[in-house]
Every structure is written in C-alpha cells, then in structure tokens.
C-alpha cells in the first residue's frame, strides 16, 4: 500500500525454527506487517493468542477501515522517532523449550553473561515446573536473575504449591502467574510470592488493584505506541520491555523504547533465535548480555522479496 503520506506496507510471514508452545497455542510462522516511510521501517505484528487485534485488522485500519489497535500504533509511531545508531541495551536470556534444552540453554549463560534469564512455566505439572526452575537456579551464575512466566496458567491452589516448592529460590519474578489476576495480591500475601503484570495491562489502565507488582511487562505490540509506554512509567514502578516474537524491525523499536525508558534494566528481546529468517540489513548483535543495533533498522531487499507483499 503507497499512500499520499509516502506510507508503505508489506505482509510478511516467516517460519520458526521449530515450533513453539505458548499459553496453550503452538505457533509454526510468525505474521506481520512492515512499514516504510522515507527510509525509516517499523513493524506491526499482533501476536495470535495474545493480542486483541488482527493482522486482518491492522490492514484494514492501513487502508482507513477502522481506526489503528494497537501493534499499528506502536508501528505508526515508532515512524515519528528517528533511530540512533548504534544501539545497544541489556536483555534477559529466553530459555524455551523441553528440559533438556532449557539447561542447556542455561548452562550456556556461562559463556553469554546475562544478567538475567526469563523461563516459562505452567505447562507442565508444578512439580515439574518447579524442579526444572531449582536445576537452572543451581547451575546459573549466583549473579543471573532468574525471572519466571506463567502466561496466567494456573489456578490459585496451583500458584501456591509451586510457591511452596520454590520458596527457598531467589527468583526476581512471576510474571502473571494466575488465571485470575484480581486474586495477586492475595497470593502475593500468602506466599510472599513476586508477580509482575503483562496480560493484565492489556485489559486494564488503573493499576491500583495491584501495589505490590514487582514490575510491568511492556510488550508495545500488545499495548500500543508511546503513549501507551508513559502511562506504565507514570506508575514509578520498575518497566521491562519485552517482545512478542516480532522481526528484528519490531525487535529495534522495542530496544528503542527500551533504551530511552529503562536503560539498566536487562529486556526481554532475546527472540530472533526463533525465527528462520532475518529480515534487517545488518542484524543485531548478541554478545555478553547485551543486545546492540549496529545501525537503523533497514530491511534486507533480498529477504523482503521472498517474505513478504507489498499491501
């Protein structure tokens, strides 16, 4: 689609690696739009699962059907914030997969240097869950922070035993572990759990249910452009920025916000491991915790040829 505000967009679809499972779906490609304007690129890819919105949706609101969800108005105004390369922001290491992979993949922390590493839970029993959590706990360097997701999975008893069975670990955080979120602070009182929110901020904007929220997951896919990212800063509470599975365009525009928002504090953008193709001209590179941008996100001609149509 070339409109008259020299916009262009192009749907792209590029296999994973391998499958992946998440909040009970597998996904086996990832879908998205890219735009163009006056050499600057973003991405608008809602997560199937996750987000509220469409791709279908997103297209339509480009040609004026609707108004922009939100993973256009993350692209649209990411368009308006030019890029300063080089670019560079710490990230959590993502650990994913069976338990085999999960340590091994945590083992090879040894090597990377994360400051920290984010693992997913509850979608084995909490038994399970919570000796797979001990092992990488017990072979991390001391110094990794150990961050947990839940994808809100379990029922309250559940949280509790896990809770239980990891009381005795130093984890920096659940990310929404419960299915129904109204009852955190509850859980939080009676296991002294961590929690921090993510799904939650899609459905909510008054956060004064939660005070004892470690820190907001801001996944600008999910929950939209700039504006959206200074609600959560207004709240004081600590931000980490995270991905949705989005290209390296939207990879560079998370770290982007990232670095401007909560510079210190590890990100979780270590997701382009997953994907089978690269679509930047120069990809970022990954090395010693960190995540650096070697220049603005520009697309590889070549790779948008064989992946993507222009809309």
């Avoid at 970022?284 to 603005?296: D, R, W, Y």
């Amino acid at each position: 689609m070339n409109t008259q505000t020299g916009l262009k967009a192009y749907r792209f679809r590029i296999p994973l690696k391998q499958r992946i499972r998440l909040k009970g779906r597998t996904y086996e490609e990832r879908e998205g739009v890219l735009l163009e304007r006056e050499g600057q690129w973003s991405e608008a890819s809602p997560l199937p699962g996750f987000s509220h919105e469409t791709i279908d949706e997103v297209v339509d609101a480009l040609r004026g059907k609707n108004t922009p969800p939100p993973a256009l108005e993350f692209a649209l105004s990411a368009l308006d914030a030019s890029f300063s390369a080089p670019l560079e922001t710490p990230i959590n290491s993502l650990l994913l997969g069976n338990r085999d992979e999960v340590l091994a993949q945590a083992n090879a922390c040894h090597n990377d240097h994360p400051q920290a590493v984010k693992m997913k839970v509850g979608q084995r029993s909490t038994a399970e869950d919570a000796e797979i959590v001990r092992q990488v706990c017990e072979c991390l360097p001391e110094a990794v922070s150990v961050r947990l997701d839940a994808n809100q999975t379990w029922e309250f008893e559940a949280a509790v035993d896990f809770a239980r069975r990891t009381s005795d670990l130093k984890l920096e955080y659940i990310e929404e572990p419960l299915r129904e979120p109204e009852r955190l602070e509850e859980l939080c009182k009676q296991t002294a759990i961590k929690y921090a929110l993510d799904e939650t901020l899609a459905c909510e904007q008054a956060l004064d249910k939660w005070p004892s929220a470690s820190a907001l997951i801001c996944k600008p896919t999910l929950l939209g452009g700039r504006a959206a990212v200074e609600r959560l800063a207004a709240t004081g509470k600590p931000i980490v920025f995270s991905a949705a599975f989005e290209s390296g365009i939207g990879i560079a525009r998370v770290a982007q916000l990232a670095r401007e928002f909560s510079p210190a504090t590890p990100a979780g953008l270590d997701t382009l491991a997953w994907l089978s193709a690269e679509l930047l001209c120069q990809p970022p590179i990954k090395h010693q915790g960190m995540l650096s941008f070697p220049s603005a996100p520009i697309v590889d001609l070549a790779a948008l040829e064989e992946f993507a149509t222009e809309i």
